[in-house]
Structures are given as C-alpha cells and as structure tokens.
C-alpha cells in the first residue's frame, strides 16, 4: 500500500484527489486554516490530515516528518495547495505578488525538498504538481498566478531530469477551467458560461477528472517531466 500526501486537501481539486486515492492508498492531506473542513474530509474518507502553512519552510517541513514518522515512508506526493487572485497588474501590491509566489511556487518547493530526501534514499517515489492552463499559456488579469504556476512547470521540468537517475518521477497537471469554488469566487455565472463555450468539450472540468490525471501519472513509472493538460482543449 503506498503513503500518499497531498497538499491543500480541503480545496475541491485536493478532496477530489483524495478520493481517488482513499480506499486503496494511506492518504495523508495537509491544511492550513480549514481545520473542520478536513477532519470532516477525513471521516469520510477514512485518511488523516496534519496542519501545515507550506509557504513556510520549516511548517512544510514538519508536516513531511509528521508523516514519515507515522508511514515510515512517502510514495507519492502531490503538490496541489494554491491561492488564485484576478487584478490587473498595474494594481498588484508587492505584498500580493510575493504571497501568491510564497504558496503556490515556494510552497511547492518546500515540501517537495522535504520529501523527497526519503524518497532519494528509497529509490522509488513519485511527484505531481499542480500547475494550470495559466501557467502554460498565462491569463490576462491573473499576471501573478500565471508567473507562480509557470515557475511549478520548470520546477517539475528541472526535477524530472535531476530526480530520475533516483527512481523519481516528477510531472505536472494544468487543469484548465475546472467546476470549483475557487473559480465562483472570482467569475460570475456568466464569465464560467462563455468560458464552457470556449473549451472545445462545451463544459467546465470536474474536479475528479484532474484527480483521475494524477493518479495516472503517479502510477506510471515511464512518464517523467510531463506537464498533462486537463483543460477540455481550451488552448
């Protein structure tokens, strides 16, 4: 039975992929303010939860060895925890700016390092980040988001090439518009609408066909460096 850790497990991407997982995996999620939230998601699906702000290194830190400690190993980890903002860029405050690089890049970074020393002496894990469309493509309004998913892209890119010669396989998923309410709470009904007409499969994504691209990926021990766009053909 493999040890699965996911970041940002309350969101609706991250109890997605907990799920997928749950059942036949050890599934571990972390949190950082939405505590009923995942203890609720945690007697459902029967996986625990520790309290970590990723953005903060020695938090990230912490949480990996809360893990180990309790698994005595990490399989797999997926890096999906994320802020979003849409503002233009002309009004983005530096604090803004190094807030949405804190968790969504350099938390990526934090956790990724702690676990992957494990990992490295193991000979065996996996990696999948979560990036987005934006971050291939970059998004009007969101200069700040797209710059920090981009950054995840070359991380993974970088680590596929420096981790392989571990037995470590690091690849990323780009949702594109997915059916969450990270997404209500910055579009209205009518942005999601004409934002469904413009993806080639007329509809938004669900959360669970990003979950079911992660497990792919992580199981799959020939594919390394790949970024997987879940994105209904959007771009």
């Not at 009923?36 to 625990?48: F, T």
């Not at 691209?213 to 053909?233: K, M, P, S």
Request: proline share 2%.
């Amino acid at each position: 039975m493999s040890t699965v850790l996911i970041t940002g497990g309350t969101g609706a991407i991250g109890s997605a992929i907990a799920a997928e997982f749950a059942g036949t995996d050890d599934v571990v999620i972390t949190y950082n303010t939405r505590r009923e939230e995942a203890e609720r998601l945690c007697r459902e699906l029967h996986c625990e939860a520790v309290q970590a702000d990723i953005s903060d290194h020695a938090s990230a830190q912490n949480a990996v060895q809360q893990v180990l400690c309790r698994y005595g190993k990490i399989d797999v980890l997926v890096n999906n925890a994320g802020i979003s903002q849409i503002k233009l860029f002309t009004d983005i405050t530096p604090e803004e700016w190094n807030r949405m690089l804190a968790v969504n890049l350099t938390g990526c970074f934090n956790m990724t390092q702690a676990a992957v020393k494990s990992m490295i002496s193991r000979k065996s894990g996996a990696v999948v980040n979560i990036s987005s469309v934006w971050g291939v493509y970059g998004g009007a309004c969101e200069s700040a988001y797209s710059a920090a998913k981009a950054g995840v892209i070359g991380l993974t890119k970088a680590l596929a090439r420096e981790l392989g010669a571990s037995g470590i396989t690091v690849n990323c998923v780009a949702p594109g518009v997915i059916d969450s309410p990270m997404n209500s709470s910055h579009l209205n009904a009518e942005e999601l609408s004409e934002l469904a007409g413009q993806t080639p499969v007329c509809r938004l994504g669900a959360p669970s066909e990003v979950a079911q691209a992660v497990r792919a990926l992580a199981e799959n021990r020939f594919i390394t460096g790949q970024v997987l766009g879940v994105d209904g053909g959007f771009c």
